[in-house]
């Protein structure tokens, strides 16, 4: 059974760092893509970005520059480093992996970025 967890959410004040992690369960070579999405309350699932198998990656425009994909096969898990944190980057945080044609979904994690 293909599970993801996430990890590495928390309280954190404005314009600090942060990086989310997100734990696989067998390796992460096995997904043709991972990536990451948020969704603050009342507001829609959103799209941050996504790392394919080839390495190539994908983020949101309104992301961009901010926030950074990575992952590490070796540890089975994925990365999402976010710079510049802003009380509008509070969100759960959700990794996703897609394995031909199933979608896989972590629990999520919480960030509140807040003085």
């Known amino acids: 059974q293909v599970q993801l967890v996430e990890s590495g959410g928390g309280l954190v004040q404005p314009g600090g760092s942060l990086r989310l992690s997100c734990s696989a369960s067998?390796?992460?070579?096995?997904?043709?893509?991972l990536g990451w999405y948020r969704q603050a309350p009342g507001k829609q699932r959103e799209f941050l970005a996504r790392?394919?198998?080839?390495?190539?990656?994908i983020y949101a425009s309104s992301v961009k520059g901010r926030f950074t994909i990575s992952r590490d096969n070796a540890k089975n898990t994925l990365y999402l480093e976010i710079n510049t944190l802003k009380p509008e980057d509070t969100a759960v945080y959700y990794c996703?992996?897609?394995?031909?044609?199933?979608?896989?979904w972590g629990q999520g994690t919480q960030l509140t970025v807040s003085s």
């Open positions: 790392i394919h198998i080839q390495g190539v990656t």
């Open positions: 996703y992996g897609q394995m031909g044609s199933q979608d896989y």
């Open positions: 067998g390796s992460t070579s096995r997904f043709d893509l």
